[in-house]
DNA sequence: CCCGGTATCCCGGAAAACCGGGAGGGTGCC
DNA sequence: GGCACCCTCCCGGTTTTCCGGGATACCGGG
C-alpha cells in the first residue's frame, strides 16, 4: 500500500465527488480521462450494450478511442467474437483484458480482435461490467499500449467505472432513445402472457380479447423483431427490455 | 474529505486486499462487522435474491442480524412489500433506506415492514444492491439504530459491498448447491436450444438425436420445473439459471 | 385526405408441440 | 443386485400454434 496508491485512491474518491455536479457529457469525459491517464491509459470508452444490431458505434456514451478502430470494429463484427465483451456476461468483477478467457469455439476470431486491438495502440486494457437488474447493460473500458496497475488501483477505477457509467447514462440520457419502443403495448401484453406460459386462448380470455386478436399480435411481434416462434419472440423481447419478468 | 474519512477509505481498501486470502465465510464475516461497527452499524447481512419461493432465511449467505427479525420476516411474507428490496430492482447504485420510494399500490405494507424493522432496532440502513449478468442477484444490507456516513463512506461501503458479496459467494459456495441443478444436461441443450427459435427438429438435428429424445427432454424439464409449455420452461430456466442467453 | 400503424376479428389448412403411455441401455450409489 | 436417474427412441391421438390470406375501425401525421 504504497502513497501512489492512497493518492490515486483519494483522487478518484475526489472525483466522483464532482461526477454529480456535472451535466455536460463531455465534461465528465476529461474528468475521467485527466485521471485515468495517470494509469498509462492512452484510450477509454464508455458504452451500452448493443442490442442485435451488433454495433458498437451509436451506443457509446462516451469515449476517447483510437481513430478508425472503432469504424473498423464495427464493420468486421468484431463484437460478436470479442472476448472481453463476452466475459463482461459472466463476471461482475473488473477485469484486464488478457485475463478474458478465449472461448474454444471462437478462439481464433478472439485473437484476432485482441491482435487488430494491439496494431491500434491498445496492447492491454482493463475493463469494468456495468449489470443492472436487467442484466450485463454496458461497461468502461480503459486502454493502452501498456498498463499497470496495482491490486489497490484497479479496484479504485473499479468504483469509479461504476460512478463514470452513472454520469454518463446520466448526461447523455436526453439523447439517446425519444421513445422508441419497437413493440406496441398490446404486443408486449401478449409476449408478457405467454412468459408466463399461458397459450392463446388463455391469454384471449386474460385480455378480453378473441383467440385470433392474440394470435395476430404474436404474429406481428414475430415478424417486428424477425423471431421464429413465440419462444424465441419472448427472450428476444426480454433481451430488447420490451417486456421484463 | 475528514481525516477519518480517508482513514476509513484505506481500512476499507485494506479489508478488500483481505478478502481474498479468507476461505472460512465466518472469517469473511467477522472481518466485515469489525468494520462497519465503526460507522454504527450493529447489523448486516448478505443474502442472494430469494427465488420464488419468497423466503429470505434460505438465502441469507452471512448475517449478523436481530434475533427473531429474519423469521418474522419471512412468516408475515415482508419480503413481497419491503420497499429496499423493491427499489434493488431499480438501482444499481447504493441507498439509505429511508431513500427507498414507496410505491403507491402497496405503501400500507411497505411502511409496516420499516416500522416492524425499527422495532427490532433497525432504525436506519444502508443497502448495496448486487447485479449480474442475469439481473438483479442480491444484495448487502447494513442496519443499526442510527447511521452517519459521509457521501465518501459510502462510495468506500459501496465498493467493500461488492467485494464483500463475491467473498462470501465465493467461500459459501461449497454449502449450498452440493452440485444442485435441478435439470441433467441434455435437458438444459434442448432448452437453450428452443430459446433460439429451434423447432423441435432442428433441435434434434443440432444435437444429433431424434425429434422423441427432443421432446421427451423437454417434457421432463416442463415436469420438472412445473411449467405449462416450452415457453414458459425457458423463461423459468432462465430465472433458476438453469440455462443462459 | 390518404397512408401507416394499431387493435380487433375471421377462416382453413399445415405444422408443430403436447400428452401419456412404453421400452432398452447406461451409470452410479447403497 | 436393486434402485434411481439419465439418455435414447417409439407410437397414436389431441391440442396448440403457425401461416396466409382476408376484413373493419380508429387515430395521427404529412
Redesign the pocket.
Known sequence: MSDADDAFIRQSFDLIDGLDGLSDPLDVQKTIFDLVARCGFSYFAITRLPQPSERIGPNLLLSVWPDGWLAHYDRVGHYRYDPVVRHCFRTTEPFAWNEAPLEPDTASQARRVMEEAREHGMGAGYCVPIHDAHGFQGGISLAGERVEMTPRVRRAVHLLGLYAWSAAARTTARRRKPGGRL?????RDVLSCAAQGR???ET?DF?G?????V??????A?TKIGT????HTVIEALRLREISL
Chains 1, 2 share one sequence.
Open positions: 413493440l406496441s403495448a398490446r404486443e397459450t392463446q386462448e384471449a385480455l380479447v378473441s383467440i385470433d386478436t394470435a395476430t399480435h404474436l404474429r406481428n414475430r421464429r416462434n413465440t419462444t
